[in-house]
């Protein structure tokens, strides 16, 4: 029986995001125990939906409140000047366009991935080179991870073989540290058998193919400067006598710069998406989550306090009659605007453990439950902050304030559609991976 070793502690500190990660990974055979707690059951509630269970890896989360920041650590974010959070104080700033175009490096955040992109086309590493017209992807890079390079500045890596290893296979591809922008010469679905481990600075592009992966969890030690893009993750399960691994993304190990966009994901064992361990500056965008109970994680528990680091955008995904953790939150940071959350089964968003929670302009349609956004699951964990501004309640939706006014505005450049019958549309249409012909 395979019984993994906890990673040791890592300095939480706020780090640069030109910081160079020198520490060597462990492998996946010794993968953290923390992660045990992914597999935690459900019960039903009253209403016979499933509900969101405490993990194990939660015993001591109301043990002590030792591990809650102070006020004033929340009043504003702690990563250095250099990379700030890019928060403001919410004073009368309602409009999202009214916010500075300014990012903590003086770069116009509406240029940056226009210029690099130009300037990449021809600095290839080695290899072929990486066309202009897919290096405009990074254009759309918005939120917390718009500073997510992925491959750019390496070179093509073609996935010819759908198998789960050897040569022309994505894994293949997105091994080890060296940038690569992948992309896919066939479709079709490349099922797993191991955990599939993510690099630094690697784009997976899937515009132009079908690529659908099962079986197994991409896994993003870590990694930092990661782009997923156009895929279909589905049917992820735990390997036998692991105990944990069932998710279709795990970002842990303090991962950072990564964007999912345009992606499809649904029906695995545990989550769908996962970003604890202080995992960071994380954008997910245009993606449709469905057919699934657990979707998204924002740090493990009340010992998880590297969540506190923990940067997160969600913006334009659909969320289609899933159950609960839309994300769950502790500690963390999540800015989620112009979303479509439909018919959730148990509730929508939820902020534990003073976790700051920003809500803007997304769509809340309710079915079973009417709790869009709360703050107190009814578990014993500490309540967290959180703010709505500009939601659209259908069905008798409920959001829940609390602190609001802890919950800040953030000043990277972002445009917040109103929330009405358009934008509903818009996000269901174009949510998920697309078929688009190759750039």
């Avoid at 509900?51 to 650590?73: G, K, L, N, Q």
């Avoid at 003073?354 to 699951?377: C, H, K, Q």
């Amino acid at each position: 029986m395979l019984i993994p070793r906890r990673i040791p502690e890592r300095v939480n500190a706020p780090r640069s995001r030109n910081t160079t990660r020198l520490a060597s990974r462990l492998p996946i055979a010794s993968a953290l125990s923390v992660l045990l707690a992914h597999c935690a059951a459900e019960g039903p509630n009253d209403s016979g939906m499933p509900i969101d269970a405490p993990h194990a890896h939660d015993a001591d989360a109301t043990a002590s409140m030792d591990a809650r920041v102070d006020d004033a650590s929340l009043g504003v974010d702690s990563a250095p000047a250099v990379d700030d959070a890019l928060l403001s104080e919410d004073g009368a700033i309602e409009d999202s366009q009214a916010l500075p175009a300014m990012d903590a490096e003086g770069l116009d955040v509406r240029d940056a991935g226009r210029d690099v992109a130009a300037d990449r086309v021809t600095d290839a590493r080695s290899g072929e080179a990486i066309p202009a017209a897919r290096l405009a992807l990074l254009r759309d890079r918005v939120g917390f991870g718009r500073n997510a390079r992925g491959g750019e500045g390496g070179s093509l890596c073609r996935v010819r073989s759908l198998a789960n290893s050897g040569a022309g296979t994505l894994r293949e591809c997105v091994t080890g540290p060296t940038p690569r922008w992948v992309v896919f010469d066939v479709s079709g679905t490349i099922q797993l058998t191991d955990f599939l481990r993510i690099g630094s600075f690697k784009t997976v592009d899937g515009r132009g193919a079908n690529v659908t992966i099962a079986g197994r969890a991409l896994w993003l030690d870590g990694a930092e400067h990661v782009i997923l893009a156009n895929l279909t993750l589905t049917r992820s399960v735990i390997p036998a006598g692991l105990g944990f691994g069932g998710d279709a993304i795990t970002m842990f190990g303090a991962a950072h710069d990564v964007w999912v966009d345009h992606c499809t994901l649904s029906d695995s064992e545990d989550g769908l998406i996962d970003m604890v361990e202080g995992a960071t500056d994380i954008t997910i965008s245009w993606s449709r989550f469905q057919n699934h109970s657990k979707v998204m994680l924002v740090g493990l528990g009340g010992t998880d306090t590297a969540a506190r680091n923990s940067r997160i955008t969600i913006h334009h995904s659909f969320f289609d009659r899933t159950v609960q953790r839309h994300p769950r939150t502790r500690f963390g940071r999540v800015h989620a605007f112009n979303n479509f959350f439909r018919q959730w089964g148990s509730y929508g968003i939820s902020s534990t453990w003073d976790a700051l929670v920003f809500s803007e302009r997304n769509v809340y349609e309710a079915g079973p439950s009417t709790r869009a956004l709360v703050t107190d699951l009814g578990d014993g964990e500490p309540r967290g902050n959180a703010r709505s501004s500009g939601d659209r309640m259908l069905n008798g939706a409920v959001v829940e304030s609390n602190n609001a006014t802890r919950v800040l505005t953030p000043t990277y450049l972002y445009t917040a559609e109103t929330a009405d019958s358009a934008l509903q549309a818009r996000v269901q249409a174009g949510a998920g991976r697309r078929d688009v012909s190759i750039p």
